[in-house]
């Protein structure tokens, strides 16, 4: 068995997780619009929230619910993200826990809660509490898709994915799903991640596991450099896989957080890939920078540039506008240290264009979908990565009349 | 007489400068390409850079020959930045400084340069040594507009002022010029603007006027949040109009400090509204923050939001996207304080929607032109305004296909 083995499938792939999806009526398409994740046992549960200053109810509610480190339920609704709704919001969000906790015969704070979609108006809870009965009875082996369509907003494809790895001697799944096309930026996003895994782990592991997946995965890609206020990460283990509990320190930790963090890598580049009019993911890998701080700061600079990414979209090797937004960076930087190259073909060296440079070579990288911009800043030996994806007339399109 | 009398004309209303314009041959489409401003006495010059890393050779080279604190003539031009060009475009900014100041018979130092257009290109020297002798017969007291738009690339409007004021009894000219509708953000932008005056002013005092002039216009708008190699503000002041030296300290110092941060907001907003692809020139006044840091911060998340920046093309009353824009920025914010108004009219208060707000009102506001949306943080006496511009399908159509 390979160190980590991927398979079709996503959070109900973990053994003990159900999951389902019903319309409640808060989007007006009629498609599907609330989701439900359930563990059968009560399961170690960690999380990530937003960092934006103006967070969601259900991102204030979860932050509560989490804190005790157990949870066996996920409800999560599309359509209105329950941000900017006051203390009316916050009941309507411990509402919603509150009903499916009593659906589920669980306890309240054992149901975590995400809401996306448009900010500043009110959950319809009428029918809400009108539907949670039916998605209570939605919940299957087998409802993991159905879960994630119910969270999608102008995602247009479904984001889910399953691996397999061994653990001293045992068999550990992580499945996991995730929606997110916009309003994304380093440190999360509108973006929701549910993962699951039925590995035996103690609660400081699973929380220092589920921060560093994070940060090598959903703080690693951008769509448009904004941040959405209701970003969140869920993780449960439930342990029915019974391996020897990974606590710091274990056997299998580190193979375990970087399987989880893989998952997450996954998940992230699959919403970059489906970034609100995108039609290009591109890896920006800045190596050769004084810190590693500097390797991440060049490589978002040039990740979030307008001009880069319309550069991107019109598969224009426009390099001036990868040195522009390198040397706005708060990185270190000398110019006439700067080489630049498409999937390995060099482009720019010493600061300026390379003699001989096969620009017919790189456009034809350019028109990839998938392609990688290496950038040595010449100045040391850190290096980070950072996904992003091109901005298009159709991201402005579908962005300029969002609520009307 | 008011304090600052408004009139039609440019950097050649001001009494001994002299400016011409020229088609060198730089840019394909046969525009012109090749400008140059003239003061027929050596002026107190002051300049600011572009603080981004990388600097274009003209920037370079201006920031010694700025050095001596007196300048004669500006050269500058357009279709091609000279940045990214290595030891050879050195050579050529310094040659093209050279060829102007033989021809005008001043001091190689005295003259100052500036390009813009595509980084990583080589000026054509060919043909800019043949066009110098044309170019220097093209200077006359007309001339402004001529130079103006020699040094445009994707600009469509003409961006100059004028303004006349009252010094010790002395009449003062302060006239200018300026290019840029992309790759504009706070700190300076592509973007030149050449600023004369007759008033007569100390070194220390005109370099003082121009950062603080330069602060309270350049650095406060943005177009897309990119920031060029080329920028360059420059200020002459040739002293004609004989008024008593402006010192630190002198009476009328302030008056002329003013005058010339009102010329430079003037040119600023034209360049703002003329943004590639803009339709809307909008000021997001933030107040009630806890610093004037605070606000500034806040002021420029707003201001650069590509979701903000839609939203604004689409007329859309997205308050949500501004409450998401201000939490994600550095400033401190209270959610459940914050109040927006657009042109006065109350959207938001308490950090959610207003009672009876009068969404048709806003919605109206939002087909202007030029409006204001007004953000009080509710937590201090700070305020600061950035201006901004739409971001619309235009602008990615104009830069996915630049260099092509």
Redesign the interface.
């Given at each position: 068995m390979p160190e980590l083995e991927w398979f079709d499938g996503g959070i109900t792939a973990v053994p003990g997780i159900l999951a389902g999806g019903v319309t409640a009526g808060i989007k007006p398409s009629g498609k599907k619009d609330l989701a439900l994740v359930y563990s059968s046992s009560p399961a170690r549960a960690a999380a990530v929230f937003t960092?934006?200053?103006?967070?969601g109810a259900p991102v204030l509610v979860s932050m509560q619910h989490v804190r005790g480190g157990v949870a066996q339920a996920i409800v999560a609704s599309s359509g209105c993200?329950n941000?900017?709704?006051?203390e009316q919001?916050m009941r309507d969000a411990r509402e919603m826990t509150r009903l499916v906790s009593e659906a589920l015969r669980i306890r309240a704070e054992h149901v975590l809660i995400a809401s996306t979609g448009?900010?500043?108006e009110r959950l319809p809870m009428d029918k809400i509490r009108a539907a949670i009965p039916t998605l209570v009875k939605s919940l299957s082996p087998q409802g993991g898709r159905t879960a994630n369509e119910a969270i999608m907003t102008t995602d247009t494809r479904l984001k889910e994915v399953a691996a397999r790895l061994e653990i001293g001697g045992r068999p550990v799944t992580i499945g996991g799903m995730a929606k997110g096309a916009?309003?994304i930026?380093p440190h999360l996003a509108t973006m929701l991640c549910f993962v699951a895994t039925d590995a035996a782990i103690t609660r400081e592991a699973l929380d220092a596991s589920t921060r560093r997946a994070v940060d090598a995965s959903f703080n690693r890609i951008t769509i448009?450099?904004?941040?959405?206020?209701s970003d969140t990460v869920f993780v449960l283990a439930n342990g029915l896989s019974e391996n020897d509990p990974l606590g710091p320190g274990a056997r299998g930790l580190t193979q375990f957080s970087r399987a989880l963090a893989a998952v997450m890598q996954r998940l992230a580049r699959l919403m970059v890939q489906d970034g609100e009019g995108a039609t290009k993911l591109v890896a920006i890998s800045v190596r050769g920078a004084a810190s590693r701080r500097d390797a991440l700061a060049a490589a978002r600079s040039i990740a979030?540039?307008?001009?880069v990414k319309?550069?991107i979209?019109?598969e224009?090797?426009?390099?001036?506008?990868l040195?522009?937004?390198?040397?706005?960076s708060p990185a270190r930087?000398d110019?006439?240290r700067?080489a630049i190259a498409f999937e390995g073909e060099l482009m720019?060296e010493?600061?300026?264009?390379k003699d001989g440079v096969r620009v017919d070579r790189i456009r034809e990288i350019m028109r990839r979908s998938e392609y990688t911009i290496t950038v040595d800043l010449g100045l040391g030996r850190a290096e980070d990565t950072v996904w992003t994806c091109d901005?298009?007339?159709e991201?402005?399109?579908l962005?300029?009349?969002?609520?009307?």
């Open positions: 960092s934006n200053q103006v967070k993200a941000v900017c709704t006051g919001g448009v900010i500043g916009a309003m930026e448009d450099s904004d941040q959405s206020t979030n540039s307008p001009l319309t550069a979209n019109g224009d090797p426009n390099w001036g506008r040195m522009m937004a390198i040397g706005k930087v110019a006439g700067v720019v010493g600061g300026t264009v901005l298009s007339e991201y402005v399109r962005n300029s009349k969002y609520t009307t």
